[in-house]
């Protein structure tokens, strides 16, 4: 147990329709980050919060949106799902973010959440 | 903009055989570079990480890697090969500063054969 929850493991939905993805970081951690992991596209940064703030946006669609909340578990919101959105969405958290330098220490990941558009 | 290219998709070896997983990293500013291993169904585990102290870094499971600034490269290694480390290795890069997001290369699948 890498001690960053994310919840559901596996999630089915129809094109169209709107998931939440969950995440709780480890104790301590300050800051969140959502990835996508596809086959085509690999590893894909979608966006940071560091203790409640978004801090870093990378390649994440309109459609998705993310949030931080004061008790530091972040939600990701993906709506009018499509086909092509069918991954794997891991979160990780590390102890800071840029300068504050604890990023230096890595990140931890969850166990990711397999999101099935059909 | 930093970014790390890893080379070939699928490494394949010999139980008890040398592992060599390359990987190159471009950066305008130095950079800090991880290794992460994937197990199948699993989230990704840091092996080790480079960040501007020794060059040459220890990490789990018997790995190491070495940073190379002239040939700009951190490949992985490992001298005897184990059937249990069978799994996608993940390089990554990056930088001090107010966006501290790493960027992976695509992965290398690492076979090992009995």
């Known amino acids: 147990d890498s001690g960053v929850t994310q919840t559901p493991k596996h999630l089915i939905t129809a094109t169209g329709q709107r998931v939440t993805l969950r995440c709780s970081p480890r104790?301590?951690?300050?800051?969140v980050y959502w990835y996508q992991q596809s086959l085509d596209q690999g590893l894909q940064f979608l966006i940071q919060?560091?203790?409640?703030?978004?801090?870093a946006k990378g390649n994440i669609l309109e459609r998705f949106s993310a949030q931080q909340f004061p008790d530091l578990h972040s939600e990701l919101n993906l709506s009018s799902l499509e086909l092509g959105d069918s991954a794997l969405y891991f979160c990780?958290?590390?102890?800071?973010?840029?300068?504050?330098?604890?990023?230096?220490?890595?990140?931890?990941f969850g166990s990711g959440t397999r999101l099935t558009v059909v | 903009a930093q970014s790390v290219t890893q080379l070939g998709s699928h490494v394949s070896v010999s139980e008890g055989a040398l592992v060599l997983l390359r990987c190159n990293y471009s950066?305008?500013?130095?950079?800090?570079l991880f290794w992460y291993v994937q197990y199948p169904n699993q989230g990704l585990q840091l092996l080790l990480k480079?960040?501007?102290?020794?060059?040459l870094v220890k990490g789990i499971n018997g790995f190491e890697a070495e940073f190379k600034k002239s040939e700009t490269s951190f490949h992985l290694t490992k001298p005897s090969a184990h059937m249990s480390d069978a799994a996608e290795y993940f390089c990554?890069?990056?930088?001090?500063?107010?966006?501290?997001?790493?960027?992976f290369g695509k992965g290398i699948t690492l076979s090992v054969r009995p």
């Open positions: 990780a958290s590390s102890v800071g973010s840029g300068g504050t330098g604890g990023w230096s220490y890595g990140y931890t």
């Open positions: 104790s301590g951690d300050l800051s």
């Open positions: 919060y560091y203790n409640g703030e978004e801090r």
């Open positions: 950066s305008s500013v130095p950079p800090y």
């Open positions: 480079y960040t501007s102290a020794a060059t």
């Open positions: 990554a890069v990056s930088f001090t500063g107010a966006n501290s997001k790493l960027t």
